[in-house]
């Protein structure tokens, strides 16, 4: 269960290079082209606070507009990946990923809510009620899916997937119902639910940080265990894993960082499914590379995906309807390749 170091570092040192490569690159696309220099003077007099003779108009587009959009995209899809690695590793599921436990469908739920109460004249501000009620959703999700598989006491991944379709189901038929309601404000609730980041803002970021940043390093604080656990649930006790703990903490944890990326984007769904594969194929299955090398992918992921459908489309599309699209056929052939391998065993 060990990975490769050369390779695992080589990999993590040319993502992270690509990544800084695509935010210059990302902020210099757009209605208004603005040169890499420019960008990069913009990203230096922000950290220096001095303005250096900027023009002031570049300078609010790439500052205000721009930047903080591509730097949420980067933090919310390397949040999705770290926490799919998570899931994955936690469930011995290859088909695990944020969205399987029904998370996602608590946020969604959470946030029509919002937007239904305000038709309904409840005065709560959209861009402090879509966050604060698509969290407590998300969380409340997750105590019902733990609530529902704690009659195992193992919490064995089977139980803990099952409760999360079934929780998912009901929270699935009652945004639909939210959608009934919602009347005039439908198509509000839908493009959320479809995902985008184009209200992004600086307090967004700074959400984000704090959260990310937590969860990631508590997921590699644990991925040695992850590592252990992986070996099967004797071996691991044998080896001192408490694994009903482990397995509460980082669901609690990744349930947390999923909760705050959904409040921010919407559903974004496939970046914790395809980002930690692929990487599992390229460096191996240790977890104390693939939970880091996941935050850079996934955020270089969803950075291209949102550049693309923000400056390369004609029309802005919902970011959430391309991770759908690149996911669901890697999903089929993930799903393939499992029932293959079934039956080989």
Excluded at 251 to 278: D, E, Y
Aim: contains cysteine; aromatic residues 8%; proline residues 5%.
């Amino acid at each position: 269960m060990t990975g490769r170091p050369g390779p695992s570092a080589a990999l993590a040192l040319l993502l992270a290079l690509l990544l800084c490569t695509g935010v210059v690159a990302s902020a210099t696309m757009g209605f208004m082209k603005v040169p890499a220099r420019e960008v990069l003077a913009v990203l230096l007099s922000g950290l220096s606070g001095r303005e250096n003779g900027l023009d002031p108009v570049v300078g609010a587009v790439v500052r205000d507009v721009r930047l903080p959009r591509i730097l949420a995209a980067v933090l919310v899809g390397g949040g999705l990946a770290v926490c799919g690695a998570v899931f994955q590793a936690i469930l011995l599921n290859p088909l695990a990923d944020p969205y399987t436990l029904g998370i996602s469908s608590g946020a969604a739920f959470g946030a029509s809510l919002v937007i239904v109460l305000q038709v309904f004249g409840l005065m709560l501000p959209t861009s402090l009620g879509v966050p604060l009620f698509a969290f407590f959703g998300a969380v409340a999700t997750l105590f019902v899916v733990l609530a529902l598989a704690a009659d195992d006491r193992r919490l064995s991944s089977t139980s803990l997937i099952l409760s999360g379709v079934i929780v998912a189901a009901i929270l699935s038929a009652a945004i639909g119902f939210l959608k009934f309601l919602a009347d005039e404000q439908v198509g509000i609730i839908i493009f959320w639910l479809m995902g985008s980041l184009s209200g992004a803002s600086w307090q967004d970021f700074s959400v984000l940080v704090p959260v990310t940043a937590a969860g990631l390093a508590v997921s590699f604080l644990y991925s040695r265990d992850l590592n252990i656990m992986a070996t099967g649930e004797r071996a691991a006790v044998t080896l001192g894993v408490d694994t009903v703990r482990l397995r509460k903490i980082l669901l609690i944890t990744c349930s947390l960082v999923t909760a705050v990326c959904v409040s921010v984007a919407g559903i974004i769904g496939f970046v914790g499914l395809i980002v930690p594969h692929l990487l599992r194929y390229l460096v191996g299955p240790d977890n104390r590379w693939l939970v880091p090398l996941s935050f850079l992918g996934g955020g270089l992921l969803l950075l291209s995906a949102d550049t693309l459908t923000r400056a390369v489309l004609p029309a802005e599309v919902p970011i959430g309807v391309l991770t759908a699209l690149i996911g669901g056929p890697f999903f089929c052939f993930i799903f393939k390749r499992r029932q293959r391998h079934d039956r080989l065993l």
